[in-house]
């Protein structure tokens, strides 16, 4: 089983959709957890944080899930410019950061 | 601020070369880690350095190794290389050295071309 698995892609939505991305990661002493975005060929960016408590940042929401291992990402009111690989991480052992294989969103005018 | 460098852009070696890559960290992160992104793939661990010292590393065959320098740049070297080495080769740094709660800042990476 992989350490951090997303769902899998393409999402392929109109603008103005609101799109949800799940992951679930399997050692429950993970104590960090982050979205990141990756443009094609370009190197990931950090999108937010999760918090246990939930947060939100404009149209992104992240949610945490401790009990089930799961995180998810809310995005409202979807622009063409959130076409991205969406790129769920967990601070693994050893303080590195585990990378699921990506979810690849495609908005669409 | 200047983010992550890395350099060069683009490599290209034969089989059985040996190349090298380097990485300049954002001024005070002494936190520097690899990751290697091969084409439809996602980033795989490859090394973590920190205060000049590895302290953990993914699961690659021992042709891949590293350094950090006193002034928290790092250096990676890919020993005997094969096809399948061909990637994106990321690095990040971090602003506390893997026990906070900070994301990793990556840099904009060197595509590494086996021919």
């Known amino acids: 089983r992989k350490e951090v698995e997303q769902d899998p892609g393409p999402f392929n939505v109109p603008e103005g959709a609101t799109v949800a991305f799940n992951c679930t990661y399997s050692?429950?002493?993970?104590?960090?957890f982050f979205w990141y975005r990756q443009d094609c060929r370009k190197e990931p960016k950090l999108l937010m944080s999760v918090y246990s408590s939930g947060n939100e940042d404009g149209r992104f929401t992240a949610q945490l899930n401790r009990a089930s291992q799961y995180i998810s990402l809310l995005i409202r009111d979807s622009k063409l410019s959130d076409s991205a690989t969406y790129l769920c991480v967990v601070r693994g052992q050893g303080g590195k950061l585990i990378f699921g294989q990506g979810t690849e969103l495609s908005v669409k005018p | 601020e200047a983010g992550v460098t890395q350099s060069p852009t683009h490599l290209i070696k034969t089989r059985g070369q040996q190349a090298t890559l380097r990485c300049s960290p954002i001024s005070g992160h002494t936190s520097v880690y690899w990751y290697q992104q091969a084409l439809g793939l996602g980033l795989q661990f490859l090394l973590w350095?920190?205060?000049?010292?590895?302290?953990n590393r993914g699961n690659f065959p021992p042709r891949f190794s590293g350094r950090q320098f006193p002034n928290y740049s790092s250096e990676l070297n890919v020993n005997a290389l094969e096809l399948e080495d061909s990637a994106l080769y990321l690095c990040?740094?971090?602003?506390?050295?893997?026990?906070?709660?900070?994301?990793?800042?990556f840099g904009s990476g060197t595509r590494l071309t086996v021919v």
């Open positions: 350095y920190d205060e000049g010292e590895e302290r």
């Open positions: 050692n429950s002493a993970s104590q960090s």
């Open positions: 990040a740094s971090s602003l506390m050295s893997g026990t906070g709660y900070y994301g990793y800042t």
